[in-house]
């Protein structure tokens, strides 16, 4: 599209920008509770909220609070949470089996989920590292990360979560291949109508520091996940990413991080035109909040437009941790 504008004094560009009202009418993108998908952390216990230290207003919620939680979520409008869980260090092993434990935490949640909140999709997340004894996302096998094993074990993991009642499978593992097996998978199970949100333009960022944290995994990850994550340096490979999955049956793809890679969420929603999500992940909220915390910045002013800049690029929704903050304002 190629602007026209008249000449000064025909146009007076600040003209639509006189009055709020003038200004609502201009609006071109729209912020609302629906475009949300909420990340939440489970762990074990009982009536259970744990701060996590390095993202402030985050909690560990044991299953019977992220069942309130998404009660909490269903009134404000959001139509997602996606869970993470914080796994105890005594289930991780190498083998990571109690990935596809159908009474792990991940499992109980989304079944808790769907009793107390039957509206809310309950996404989930694919790959092994909350297992993993060494904190990879995949198979570690004399020093490397090995594709198609892991690939096994993710479909596995797939139908775990999807037996227990998950709406949108989310693998952020980043093997080659996962998403024709998980796709394959479901499909031979009868589950017909379990989307994928494939985590497709990941990238190898030191933004998901917070996380690893909250989930347990610091401590455990030896070396970093760069033969499988992307490198922050590249654009075009995203592109062959998002289409590769998308042939093999994902229905919805995720660029992430968020904020710093605005351009490759433009780059895949102008090429596809497929339901696209950017994932503002733990570094980006904690930068947000640690700012507002010293007074720096006006936290719920920057929240809402980080959260705003996604639409703007072309992104569908944007999975936040700032979801119940940014829906309550919303909301009014
Ligand atoms: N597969 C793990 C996973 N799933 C989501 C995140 C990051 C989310 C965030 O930082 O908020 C990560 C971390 C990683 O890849 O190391």
């Given at each position: 599209m190629k602007p026209t504008v008249a000449p000064f004094p025909a146009a007076r560009l600040r003209r639509t920008r006189a009055s709020q009202a003038i200004r609502n009418l201009v609006q071109e993108n729209t912020l609302t509770p629906s475009d949300f998908i909420w990340p939440v952390f489970v762990r074990d216990g009982d009536g259970v909220e744990e701060p996590v230290a390095s993202m402030p207003g985050v909690m560990r919620r044991s299953v019977d609070k992220i069942a309130e939680a998404a009660v909490e979520a269903q009134a404000l409008g959001i139509p997602a949470i996606c869970l993470f869980p914080y796994t105890d260090?005594?289930?991780?092993?190498?083998?990571?089996?109690?990935?596809?434990?159908?009474?792990?935490l991940t499992n109980r949640a989304i079944r808790a989920i769907k009793d107390a909140a039957p509206e809310i999709a309950v996404m989930t997340d694919v790959a092994l590292d909350p297992y993993n004894i060494n904190g990879h996302d995949g198979y570690v096998v004399d020093g490397e990360i090995v594709n198609d094993a892991t690939v096994e074990a993710l479909v596995k993991m797939t139908l775990a979560q999807a037996d227990a009642g998950a709406d949108i499978i989310g693998p952020s593992d980043m093997m080659d291949g996962r998403i024709g097996a998980m796709r394959a998978g479901l499909e031979q199970a009868g589950h017909h109508n379990v989307a994928i949100l494939s985590y497709a333009a990941k990238y190898a960022s030191a933004y998901y520091g917070p996380f690893r944290d909250a989930v347990g995994a610091s401590g455990a990850l030896k070396g970093d996940k760069k033969t499988y994550q992307m490198d922050p340096a590249n654009s075009d490979e995203a592109l062959r990413l998002i289409e590769r999955d998308l042939m093999e049956g994902a229905d919805m793809v995720m660029v992430k991080p968020g904020i710093a890679y605005l351009d490759i969420c433009h780059r895949v929603k102008s090429a596809f035109g497929v339901p696209t999500y950017a994932y503002q992940v733990s570094g980006e909220y904690a930068m947000i909040q640690a700012a507002a915390q010293n007074g720096w910045i006006d936290g719920e002013k920057v929240m809402m437009e980080s959260l705003m800049a996604f639409k703007r690029s072309g992104c569908n929704g944007i999975l936040t941790y700032f979801a119940p903050a940014a829906a309550k304002l919303l909301n009014g």
């Open positions: 260090a005594s289930l991780k092993t190498e083998d990571c089996a109690e990935a596809w434990n159908p009474d792990n």
